[in-house]
């Protein structure tokens, strides 16, 4: 994963860095005027998304949000507390959730773009993380530090990161309450059969961020 999700972040780095100057001739430019920061959005969520992946793995990692030139100046990279790591993700997500749609119900065709929901449900389980005994106040990292001896993990035990995991969580379920979200229930009485179900259509109301592909019977 570590390879991989570095090449993402550059490839997402690189596009946020250069879509609003790519140029557009004639109606392009009403076309894509609305779209671009939303494909912005969309591509600071997935950079926000592969440190999520990055985080879970290795706790603290190199923050890197610009494309990086010269790539021999990139051993020399420290990495960044755990802390800084959430607070990114938590704030990337804090900026965009109001320029994401909140589904695509009207436009069905586009189903498994990121949205509103998958935003604050990113904030939310990366909250958890920070929350959780792996992170919180854990005393197995008390002794991995940065070369100046800045701790990269906090080993004091935070109750309020719990508060923050709780409130972000209820920011997510809000949009429940806006009928946004929903069980898929087509048999109310056998819980087991709609969860079965729920992989056999195209109903996306249980879903936060749908990941599409064909059928096939590769395992």
Same mark, same amino acid.
Not at 30 to 57: N, T
Not at 105 to 130: I, W
Not at 140 to 156: A, M, V
């Given at each position: ?15 946020? =860095?250069? $879509? ?20 912005? %959005? +969309? %591509? ?20 890197? @949000? =610009?494309?990086?030139?010269?790539? /021999? /100046?990139?051993?020399? $990279? ?6 800084? $790591? *959430? ?16 589904? &695509? @119900?009207? =436009?069905?065709?586009? @189903? ?5 929901? %998958?935003?604050? %449900?990113?904030?939310?389980? @990366? ?28 080993? /004091?035990?935070?109750? =309020? ?14 949009? *429940?309450?806006?009928? #946004?979200?929903?069980? &898929? ?6 819980? #087991? ?12 109301? +249980? ?9 096939? /019977?590769?395992?």
């Amino acid at each position: 994963n570590w390879n991989w999700r570095y090449q993402d972040i550059r490839r997402a780095n690189l596009f946020i =860095e250069h $879509i609003e100057s790519v140029p557009l001739q004639g109606d392009q430019q009403e076309y894509y005027q609305v779209r671009i920061p939303v494909f912005k %959005a +969309e %591509a600071r969520f997935l950079r926000a998304f592969y440190y999520f992946d990055l985080l879970k793995r290795y706790g603290a990692v190199p923050l890197i @949000t =610009e494309s990086i030139k010269d790539i /021999n /100046n990139t051993t020399s $990279i420290e990495r960044n507390s755990v802390d800084e $790591i *959430v607070q990114f993700i938590v704030n990337e997500c804090d900026d965009i959730k109001h320029t994401l749609k909140v589904d &695509y @119900t009207d =436009e069905p065709s586009q @189903t498994g773009r990121v949205t509103r929901g %998958a935003a604050l %449900a990113l904030k939310s389980r @990366t909250l958890l993380y920070a929350a959780s005994p792996l992170f919180n106040g854990n005393k197995l990292y008390e002794n991995i530090t940065k070369q100046d001896g800045t701790p990269l993990f906090s080993t /004091n035990y935070d109750q =309020e990161k719990w508060k923050k995991a709780a409130d972000a969580a209820e920011e997510l379920l809000a949009l *429940v309450d806006q009928d #946004v979200y929903e069980l &898929y229930q087509p048999n109310p009485d056998n819980p #087991v059969d709609n969860y079965a179900q729920l992989f056999y259509t195209r109903e996306w109301k +249980e879903t936060i961020l749908a990941y599409s592909q064909g059928n096939g /019977n590769g395992y």
